[in-house]
């Protein structure tokens, strides 16, 4: 079964700096691209950064380019987001998920994790 | 940037009443459209995939249809687990991936 599992998430002054964890299980890492997705309390799904199993260029949306960076360490199964320069409007429920190979919608999802940015 | 826009936002739908949520996209994304349902407190879980793949596991009732820039997801007859946030996401231009705003499905 696959399992994906999200920590990291935390309260951070405005500038701050977080780095989000999402080991992954069930299924071979390696070869599958990642994504983060997060959503706003009340509002809806904003992608955020994506990256390949197979050493590609990661991608970022606009409203966090320059700011966050993604990685992944394919010998501890695990995706992180590096996330700087916070901003209250990152404030979010921050998903990882696991890309469908080959095509990119989300066939699996972490339950999430919270990131408040408040001064 | 391709703008999914869903419609609409809130559907107040009696149990075992059909349901049809619309998903538009601004420009073509083919047939590279995907449903999702969330529940309160939970991640969003993949429906529909190809625009009309049901995901391993989902039920019957549920079916997409469309390409191009107009889809649709019917629940034939909803059940009380399907009261829930609905989203469509294209993914035939990347990046960045989008999702539609989301319809909420509640009970009338």
């Known amino acids: 079964e696959v399992q994906l599992v999200e920590s990291g998430g935390g309260l951070v002054q405005p500038g701050g700096s977080l780095r989000l964890s999402c080991a992954a299980s069930?299924?071979?890492?390696?070869?599958?691209?990642m994504t983060w997705v997060r959503q706003t309390p009340g509002t809806g799904l904003e992608w955020v950064s994506g990256?390949?199993?197979?050493?590609?260029?990661?991608y970022f949306a606009d409203s966090v380019k320059g700011r966050f960076t993604i990685s992944r360490d394919a010998s501890k199964n695990t995706l992180y987001l590096h996330m700087n320069s916070l901003r209250a409007e990152d404030t979010a429920v921050y998903f990882c998920?696991?890309?469908?190979?080959?095509?990119?919608?989300?066939?699996?999802w972490g339950k999430g994790t919270t990131v408040t940015v408040s001064s | 940037e391709i703008v999914m826009t869903q419609s609409p936002a809130t559907l107040s739908v009696s149990p075992g009443e059909r349901a049809t949520l619309s998903c538009r996209a601004s420009q073509s994304v083919s047939s590279n459209l995907a449903w999702y349902q969330q529940k309160p407190g939970q991640a969003p879980r993949l429906l529909i995939y190809g625009a009309s793949t049901r995901a391993t596991g989902i039920a019957a009732r549920f079916s997409g249809s469309g390409s191009g820039t107009e889809f649709t997801l019917t629940i034939s007859s909803l059940q009380s687990e399907d009261f829930a946030l609905y989203y469509c996401?294209?993914?035939?231009?990347?990046?960045?991936?989008?999702f539609g705003g989301g319809t909420k499905v509640e009970i009338k």
């Open positions: 998920a696991k890309l469908v190979r080959g095509a990119y919608y989300m066939d699996a």
């Open positions: 996401q294209q993914y035939n231009n990347w990046p960045p991936l989008t």
């Open positions: 990256l390949s199993g197979s050493g590609g260029p990661p």
């Open positions: 069930g299924f071979t890492f390696s070869s599958y691209a």
